[in-house]
T-cell receptor, first 110, second 109 residues
Framework: NAGVTQTPKFRVLKTGQSMTLLCAQD?????MYWYRQDPGMGLRLIHY???????AKGEVPDGYNVSRLKKQNFLLGLESAAPSQTSVYFC?????????FGDGTRLSIL | GENVEQHPSTLSVQEGDSAVIKCTYS??????FPWYKQELGKRPQLIID?????GEKKDQRIAVTLNKTAKHFSLHITETQPEDSAVYFC????????FGAGTTVTVRA
C-alpha cells in the first residue's frame, strides 16, 4: 500500500495563476484533510472531508477550494495564487484517528 | 474551536537525559491527543497518542500523560539519543485536530 500520495511534490507559481493539488489514499479512509505548514506555526487545517461528496471549512479556508468526488481523492484548488499562500501543504487521511500524512507539496508563489 | 499551546519552542538536551514537552488545550470536548515527530523535509509521523479516558500511556522510551481537569498533556522522552532530534507537535481534538506550534528538540552528543 502506498498510503497517502500527494502530487506534485514541488511547484512554483506566479501571482494570479491557478493550480490543483491532488491527494490520493488507498486505505479506504472516510476522513481526509488539507493542512498548510508555515515556519513556527505548526499545521493549520484548511479544509476537510468526512466522506465522499462532503467538504467543510477548517481554520484557514480563505483562498482555497476543495472537492471530494471520489472517496480516495481529495483535491485542493487555488483559484488565484497569492504570495501569502507560499507554504508546505500536507494531506492526511484517517478512519477516525490517527491521521496518516502524505509527503507534502512545497508551493512557492512569486 | 480548539486551541492548543505548546512549550517550549526549542529544547536542547544532553544525550541520555530526559526531554519533556508540555501542551495545553482549551476545548473540554476534545478526547484525542496525538504526538507527531517531524524530521527536516519529511512528513509528520505519529509517535504516540492518548485518549481522554486514559491518564498515561507508555511505549518504550516515550510516554504521554494527560490531565483532563487541568487540560494539559505532556510528552516525556527518556534516555534521549541523537536520532530523537526533530520537531515534535502535539495536537488535540476529535475527528478534527488543532496542532501546537511545535518544539524543536536537539540532542547533544
Amino acid at each position: 500500500n502506498a498510503g497517502v500520495t500527494q502530487t506534485p511534490k514541488f511547484r512554483v507559481l506566479k501571482t494570479g495563476q491557478s493550480m490543483t493539488l491532488l491527494c490520493a489514499q488507498d486505505m479506504n479512509h472516510e476522513y481526509m484533510y488539507w493542512y498548510r505548514q508555515d515556519p513556527g506555526m505548526g499545521l493549520r487545517l484548511i479544509h476537510y472531508s468526512v466522506g465522499e461528496g462532503t467538504t467543510a471549512k477548517g481554520e484557514v479556508p480563505d483562498g482555497y477550494n476543495v472537492s471530494r468526488l471520489k472517496k480516495q481523492n481529495f483535491l485542493l484548488g487555488l483559484e488565484s495564487a497569492a504570495p501569502s499562500q507560499t507554504s508546505v501543504y500536507f494531506c492526511a487521511s484517517s478512519e477516525g484517528q490517527p491521521q496518516h500524512f502524505g509527503d507534502g507539496t512545497r508551493l512557492s508563489i512569486l | 474551536g480548539e486551541n492548543v499551546e505548546q512549550h517550549p519552542s526549542t529544547l536542547s538536551v544532553q544525550e541520555g537525559d530526559s526531554a519533556v514537552i508540555k501542551c495545553t488545550y482549551s476545548d473540554s470536548a476534545s478526547n484525542y491527543f496525538p504526538w507527531y515527530k517531524q524530521e527536516l523535509g519529511k512528513r509528520p509521523q505519529l509517535i504516540i497518542d492518548i485518549r481522554s479516558n486514559v491518564g498515561e500511556k507508555k511505549d518504550q522510551r516515550i510516554a504521554v500523560t494527560l490531565n483532563k481537569t487541568a487540560k494539559h498533556f505532556s510528552l516525556h522522552i527518556t534516555e534521549t539519543q541523537p536520532e530523537d532530534s526533530a520537531v515534535y507537535f502535539c495536537a488535540g481534538g476529535e475527528n478534527k485536530l488543532s496542532f501546537g506550534a511545535g518544539t524543536t528538540v536537539t540532542v547533544r552528543a
